[in-house]
């Protein structure tokens, strides 16, 4: 469990991403891996349909209700029950590392319904992360997918370039990254939280130089679809 005001101090930029595509968002947004929709909802319009689509029934609600505003979809990734075309937006976030080695047949399914000009959000942990790397194989947890797979900056990057024309790319969070659980855990958390803040500054200055990229906690990617 995470210190919640740590959380938003880390993490809190990276998911209000999205409502910086409110205004392309005229027909459908598709969150994949959903999770209830509750990171797509500020997308909704009065006009538009926000649909979140998740593999597992179980999480597509929240507190067992459909969120107002939204959709949701039972469905595959591999196989989006969405006509070509149709799509304004697709957002997804830390799911695509669940199936690390078909990358390419999922970038070209969001490809296949995402119009001409439509947007692709990527959000996904780095495999680099020394942290986060460590905790991974020495303490596995029953939430992770045996078969999940973070993608090495490079590789996420790369593949995406080769469907997609890249707009932006950001690699995130270096000694923020694991903050808010560790946070959680202490007292004083009003003086921690304080440091937290230099902490995040500190890390935004490093990733300004390529090496420090590749041990990145999250990768972002805006990309378009031409």
């Known amino acids: 469990m995470s210190d919640p005001e740590s959380a938003k101090m880390v993490y809190g930029d990276l998911?209000?991403?999205i409502t910086d595509f409110k205004h392309i968002a005229k027909d459908y947004v598709v969150e994949l891996g959903g999770n209830g929709g509750t990171l797509t909802q500020p997308l909704a319009t009065e006009t538009n349909r926000i649909i979140s689509l998740d593999i597992n029934r179980d999480i597509l609600t929240v507190n067992g209700k459909i969120l107002e505003n939204i959709n949701p979809i039972w469905g595959n990734i591999?196989?989006?029950p969405f006509k070509d075309n149709k799509v304004d937006v697709v957002y997804a976030r830390a799911v695509l590392h669940h199936l690390p080695d078909q990358l390419d047949d999922v970038l070209i399914e969001i490809k296949r319904v995402l119009k001409k000009g439509g947007v692709l959000i990527i959000q996904e942990p780095g495999y680099n992360h020394p942290i986060a790397y460590?905790?991974?194989k020495c303490f596995p947890t029953s939430s992770h997918d045996p078969d999940e797979r973070p993608f090495k900056p490079k590789e996420l990057i790369d593949t995406t370039?080769?469907?997609f024309h890249l707009c932006l790319v950001e690699h995130h969070y270096l000694?923020?990254?694991v903050m808010p659980y560790i946070i959680a855990k202490l007292?004083?958390?009003k003086a921690t939280r304080k440091l937290l803040s230099l902490i995040i500054k500190?890390?935004?200055e490093l990733l300004k130089f390529?090496?420090?990229k590749l041990y990145c906690g999250y990768i972002s990617i805006e990309a378009r679809c031409e």
Do not use: A, M, Q
Request: with cysteine; glycine share 0%; proline share 4%.
């Open 175 to 177: 000694l923020s990254y």
């Open 78 to 80: 591999l196989c989006l």
């Open 210 to 212: 390529k090496i420090f």
């Open 15 to 17: 998911r209000n991403r």
């Open 161 to 163: 370039r080769e469907h």
């Open 202 to 204: 500190f890390d935004k």
């Open 187 to 189: 007292p004083f958390k």
């Open 134 to 136: 460590i905790i991974r």
